[in-house]
């Protein structure tokens, strides 16, 4: 009994040393292949401007090309899905934002369960969004837009990058918060929003910082206000919503994530390799020129900060009553 006991042991330590021999061996190894990054929004973007200052130095680091996939639609849901179908092998990765925890509150049905089907890596940045007009409106403040539109209801009308994104939420939130009615029209993407606002068809717009502070500085668009609850650090003299009307704050994260079941190596290389980078010099640079704030985190903290997101963005779809189907 105690020679068959003596034997179990040993396949057991065998078995045991041969996983940490493999799971060592994965840790070398790893990335053997180009390493697929989807942003689920359009080129040009907040989200899509943040990703691509890390993603464009990530090979320094990682040892392997990283390729850039745009999978535009549904505020983020298509190719949020296609991330969450994708293998668990550590060479698909998600880079998102806000949208991944509003939309599955936005829509009754989601084909995939955003707390369940990733898992996170790391947040790598947040930034307020601006509050924009296109200087044909005349309207110098957020005060002076409640004021015209409660003169005129129902006849100015703002643009989103689609319904359920964050430019969409943003601004639905600010809407019910200053009891106004200007109607949305949502597009297929941020880069459509952006054009159609900067050409004057649309004369409201929320967008990430990063996308329209050139266009602010040049007088083509006119930034009244942020959405984070205190002033941005990169335009210190435009006003908060929040000053305007008490209680509001809304910010973008930007994040990474993998499919459920991507082995720990990877997950552990990657936060290694983006926090190395996060923490230079010329990333932060690049950072702060787009109105970002480095943001990071382990994936556990981060996992945690996405619960508590998708609970705040779910109380602001019911209470605005923006599910839409």
């Given at each position: 009994?105690?020679?068959g006991?003596?034997?179990?042991?040993?396949?057991?330590?065998?078995?045991?040393?041969?996983?940490?021999?493999?799971?060592?061996?994965?840790?070398?190894?790893?990335?053997?292949?180009?390493?697929?990054?989807?942003?689920?929004?359009?080129?040009?973007?907040?989200?899509?401007?943040?990703?691509r200052?890390?993603?464009?130095?990530?090979p320094?680091?990682?040892?392997?090309?990283?390729?850039?996939?745009?999978?535009?639609g549904?505020?983020?849901?298509?190719?949020?899905?296609?991330?969450?179908?994708?293998?668990?092998?550590?060479?698909?990765?998600?880079?998102?934002?806000?949208?991944?925890?509003?939309?599955?509150?936005?829509?009754?049905?989601?084909?995939?369960?955003?707390?369940?089907?990733?898992?996170?890596?790391?947040?790598?940045?947040?930034?307020?969004?601006?509050?924009?007009?296109?200087?044909?409106?005349?309207?110098?403040?957020?005060?002076?837009?409640?004021?015209?539109?409660?003169?005129?209801?129902?006849?100015?009308?703002?643009?989103?990058?689609?319904?359920?994104?964050?430019?969409?939420?943003?601004?639905?939130?600010?809407?019910?918060?200053?009891?106004?009615?200007?109607?949305?029209?949502?597009?297929?993407?941020?880069?459509?929003?952006?054009?159609?606002?900067?050409?004057?068809?649309?004369?409201?717009?929320?967008?990430?910082?990063?996308?329209?502070?050139?266009n602010?500085?040049?007088?083509?668009?006119?930034?009244?206000?942020?959405?984070?609850?205190?002033?941005?650090?990169?335009?210190?003299?435009?006003?908060?919503?929040?000053?305007?009307?008490?209680?509001?704050?809304?910010?973008?994260?930007?994040?990474?994530?993998?499919?459920?079941?991507?082995?720990?190596?990877?997950?552990n290389?990657?936060?290694?390799?983006?926090?190395?980078?996060?923490?230079?010099?010329?990333?932060?640079?690049?950072?702060?020129?787009?109105?970002?704030?480095?943001?990071?985190?382990?994936?556990?903290?981060?996992?945690?900060?996405?619960?508590?997101?998708?609970?705040?963005?779910?109380?602001?779809?019911?209470?605005?009553?923006?599910?839409?189907?």
């Open positions: 009994m105690k020679a006991m003596q034997f179990w042991s040993f396949l057991l330590q065998v078995a045991t040393g041969s996983l940490v021999a493999v799971g060592a061996a994965l840790g070398q190894a790893y990335p053997t292949k180009p390493v697929r990054m989807i942003i689920p929004f359009s080129p040009g973007g907040a989200t899509d401007v943040v990703v200052i890390v993603a464009s130095r990530l320094e680091v990682l040892g392997q090309q990283v390729v850039i996939d745009n999978r535009v549904a505020g983020g849901l298509i190719g949020t899905e296609i991330a969450s179908k994708s293998d668990p092998d550590g060479y698909t990765l998600l880079a998102t934002g806000t949208p991944h925890v509003i939309v599955p509150n936005l829509y009754k049905k989601v084909p995939y369960d955003v707390l369940r089907d990733f898992v996170p890596v790391m947040q790598i940045g947040s930034q307020p969004y601006g509050l924009t007009v296109h200087p044909s409106l005349n309207v110098k403040s957020a005060k002076e837009l409640i004021d015209l539109a409660k003169q005129q209801p129902g006849k100015i009308n703002y643009a989103s990058s689609g319904n359920g994104g964050a430019q969409h939420l943003f601004q639905a939130m600010f809407v019910s918060m200053s009891n106004i009615d200007i109607v949305h029209i949502p597009y297929k993407g941020s880069g459509p929003a952006r054009a159609d606002l900067l050409g004057g068809q649309v004369k409201i717009g929320c967008l990430g910082i990063a996308s329209i502070i050139g602010h500085k040049s007088g083509q668009l006119r930034i009244i206000a942020v959405t984070s609850a205190k002033r941005s650090a990169e335009l210190p003299d435009i006003p908060s919503i929040a000053e305007t009307v008490p209680g509001y704050d809304a910010s973008l994260w930007t994040g990474l994530f993998a499919p459920r079941g991507t082995p720990a190596v990877a997950i290389r990657l936060h290694r390799d983006v926090t190395r980078l996060l923490g230079t010099q010329e990333v932060r640079t690049a950072f702060d020129r787009s109105g970002t704030y480095v943001a990071g985190s382990d994936p556990k903290a981060f996992g945690e900060y996405v619960k508590l997101e998708f609970a705040k963005w779910g109380k602001v779809v019911r209470d605005v009553k923006l599910q839409v189907n």
